[in-house]
């Protein structure tokens, strides 16, 4: 497709959703998107078999 050029909008940025979420998984821990969690979890077992 290529690269878009221009000025593009978020509609949830502008009412403030998307630094709400944020605060909100920076304040429990634990990321709301699917593959944050995925990384998280993948993190936490990598630990526990004691690999970095």
């Given at each position: 497709?290529?690269?878009?050029?221009?000025?593009?909008?978020?509609?949830?940025?502008?009412?403030?959703?998307?630094?709400?979420?944020?605060?909100?998984?920076r304040k429990i821990g634990?990321?709301?998107?699917?593959?944050?969690?995925?990384?998280?979890?993948?993190?936490?077992?990598?630990?526990?078999?004691?690999?970095?």
């Amino acid at each position: 497709m290529g690269r878009k050029f221009g000025v593009s909008f978020s509609w949830k940025r502008a009412l403030g959703i998307s630094s709400a979420k944020a605060g909100i998984s920076r304040k429990i821990g634990i990321p709301l998107t699917k593959t944050g969690r995925q990384q998280k979890l993948g993190r936490l077992i990598m630990k526990l078999f004691g690999f970095k």
